[in-house]
């Protein structure tokens, strides 16, 4: 095992040969390319940035203070925001700030984790099945050291297994966040547009479990200097997942059968939910976060089928996969990747139907007796979210989630029988099981309802507690429904372990070692969610043969909005509308940057070359939709907050002066150069 701790990380890098001035990649901290970044004139302090890098409840941040402040986006801790939100207190319209300590409210159920360290443990995993189930059960529970939390990341297909070591808190306050609407500005019109013109930020604050606040060992200093076009940035954050490693039999599978079923299914739960919030007063509120979060996904899903039907980027990736085909040592098991994907798309669209949706009190007691099932399971056959650490992890994410609205609940169970109905037909066990006699899914939706005390967290997690004859017996109606349909779901998602990811694994692995003999090993490895480092260039950009700007200002934000007669999603937040008189209209609002990014990297720092953090990562532009299967440096952006935009929301618009003074925002602001 090759350990690359906090005392040896910088030393121990491996530095990966790619032609210099590349800036493909969203690379881990010990697989970095050190002639491209020299090229860009960027010499990271690698310890200090895993220091400072949190990851915010599968989301990017970075502590900015050396007493626990966290900066984030507005977007990334939205959840929270509506968790703690009451009809007399709706956060996401009036915002929030803490003006002393005892002000921070605690978000329910967030994770802040950062990194301790890296093992690779490539040689501990075996090939076959079993035993790789067996050494990741080990690797990340009773091998895991004391006091931190053990994930096991597959690089490059599985041909390479590095083991992420983090330390993790479950005291997370919210300090500030602005109006949702001065976060979201344009709504999902603009949503991955430029320019754009949004406050897409907020603070938290880690606690020990002392009740204390957490005092980092190093945080991040804002910008001494104005930023400039063409100035070296860097990125650290948690991108989710790319794909630009995988087959064309495993990308037309994705084009043809995935994405398209994703889209149904994010559309039809869309539209139902923008339906509910026109119900009553309240409703907006209670579906707020869902909606953008709806909204983001199709827009993404969208964009992202787009580029799988773009020529050049299929033709692009036929002519890689000929090269390896005709000059690798060691071909890839085509044709069993392909039978992997029809086996894919097989199980697909009955786990679409069976899936409730994510977040439904449904799927929070389906989780709950998944959770139940596995615990009974030998470890080293259990699936994959169900592992030492990830079983304790789920344990606490089901234990922490507040209450839910009654109503909503019906709403969304109603649209998920329908979904069902469409996919499965009326005669289908599972579909006769949830209708329960009833004339339609709605009525059928309040009779399962009805009584249900599995709203409350509390009494989902006493669920584990029963033995198998007493949950057999419990009386609530919407056990009842989980439990009959449970064997169903349960062998759905075994023979997806078992039948797809599984054998993707051994596959991507052979894909990965053909590749690496035809090609070299200068490529990053596919986002995983866990922490990465990308870089690049302030830089302008094109859209229809115009020149844009790099930045954006203030005073754009006020013309966008006034030429839209203020109406929604372009009026002003009433905070920000009162405050228009007084604010220099030439402060630098959002900017663009060629760092290679995609989801997950939301709330990432962007740092100059001096290590100084200069806005958050927000978004990308449209180009940016294909970067799930390549990255155009010429046309994909990532699209930050500016530090001046923050400076000027802190100390003009919201009575959070105190934060920006612990942050180290001084009154006197940096102006702009121009472009």
């Not at 079993?130 to 004391?146: F, I, N, Q, S, V």
């Not at 066990?429 to 939706?445: C, E």
């Not at 056990?479 to 051994?506: F, I, K, M, N, T």
Request: proline share 7%.
């Amino acid at each position: 095992m090759r350990c690359l701790n906090a005392l040896t990380l910088a030393t121990a890098t491996a530095l990966v040969s790619l032609p210099t001035g590349a800036a493909e990649g969203m690379w881990p901290l010990n697989l970095l390319p050190e002639a491209a970044l020299e090229a860009h004139g960027l010499k990271p302090d690698l310890a200090r940035l895993r220091a400072v890098a949190v990851n915010v409840g599968g989301g990017s941040g970075a502590f900015v203070s050396p007493h626990g402040l966290v900066l984030t986006n507005h977007h990334v801790i939205s959840e929270c925001l509506d968790q703690l939100s009451t009809p007399q207190r709706p956060l996401q319209t009036t915002g929030f700030v803490a003006t002393k300590p005892s002000d921070a409210l605690r978000c329910p159920g967030l994770v802040v984790k950062v990194l301790q360290g890296i093992d690779d443990v490539s040689d501990q995993i075996p090939d076959d099945a079993a035993g790789r189930k067996a050494a990741m059960a080990r690797l990340t529970g009773p091998d895991c050291p004391r006091q931190e939390v053990c994930e096991l990341v597959p690089l490059y297909g599985g041909a390479v297994h590095h083991r992420y070591r983090h330390r993790s808190w479950t005291d997370v306050r919210l300090v500030m966040a602005p109006e949702a609407q001065s976060a979201n500005f344009g709504g999902d019109d603009d949503n991955f547009a430029y320019p754009r013109f949004a406050f897409d930020f907020a603070l938290l604050r880690v606690h020990e479990a002392s009740g204390q606040a957490h005092r980092p060992a190093h945080w991040l200093r804002p910008a001494q200097r104005p930023l400039q076009r063409g100035d070296a940035v860097l990125v650290v954050g948690h991108p989710y997942v790319t794909e630009r490693q995988k087959s064309i039999s495993q990308l037309e599978a994705e084009r043809d059968h995935h994405m398209p079923l994703r889209i149904d299914r994010a559309a039809r739960e869309l539209e139902a939910l923008r339906a509910y919030a026109q119900t009553h007063p309240d409703a907006q509120r209670q579906t707020m976060d869902m909606v953008l979060n709806l909204e983001n996904t199709l827009k993404l899903a969208r964009g992202e089928l787009a580029a799988l039907g773009t020529p050049s980027l299929t033709q692009r990736l036929r002519d890689e996969e000929a090269t390896i085909r005709r000059t690798a040592a060691t071909q890839p098991p085509w044709q069993a990747m392909a039978e992997t994907e029809a086996a894919a798309a097989r199980l697909a669209p009955w786990l679409s139907a069976l899936l409730p949706p994510e977040g439904s009190v449904l799927d929070r007691v389906q989780r709950t007796l998944a959770l139940r099932t596995e615990r009974q399971r030998p470890v080293d056959e259990r699936l994959d979210d169900f592992h030492e650490p990830d079983e304790e992890a789920e344990t606490d994410r089901l234990s922490a989630e507040p209450p839910t609205a009654l109503a909503l609940e019906e709403w969304r169970l109603a649209d998920h029988i329908g979904w069902m109905q469409a996919r499965l037909g009326a005669e289908h066990p599972a579909v006769r099981i949830a209708m329960a006699d009833q004339p339609d899914p709605g009525t059928a939706a309040r009779h399962w309802l009805s009584g249900t005390a599995l709203t409350m967290a509390s009494h989902r997690r006493l669920l584990l507690k029963l033995d198998d004859d007493a949950l057999a017996q419990h009386p609530d109606r919407l056990l009842r429904l989980a439990l009959a349909l449970h064997p169903e779901l349960h062998r759905l998602r075994q023979a997806w372990d078992s039948d797809v990811r599984l054998p993707r694994l051994a596959q991507a692995k052979a894909l990965a070692q053909a590749r690496w003999q035809s090609l070299g090993r200068g490529a990053p490895p596919d986002a995983t969610g866990t922490l990465r480092l990308s870089f690049g260039r302030v830089s302008e950009q094109t859209l229809g043969g115009l020149r844009q700007p790099w930045f954006s200002t203030l005073g754009g934000l006020w013309a966008r909005a006034d030429g839209f007669h203020h109406q929604p999603p372009f009026d002003l937040a009433p905070r920000l509308a009162a405050a228009r008189h007084r604010l220099d209209a030439r402060t630098p609002l959002n900017f663009i940057s060629t760092p290679d990014i995609v989801g997950g990297n939301s709330g990432s720092p962007i740092l100059n070359a001096a290590g100084e953090w200069v806005g958050v990562v927000f978004a990308g532009n449209l180009d940016s939709l294909a970067s799930a299967y390549g990255y155009d440096e010429a046309r994909t952006r990532a699209v930050s907050v500016h530090l001046e935009a923050i400076r000027l929301a802190l100390r003009e618009v919201y009575p959070a002066q105190h934060l920006a003074d612990e942050m180290g925002l001084r009154s006197t602001g940096l102006r702009q150069s121009r472009p």
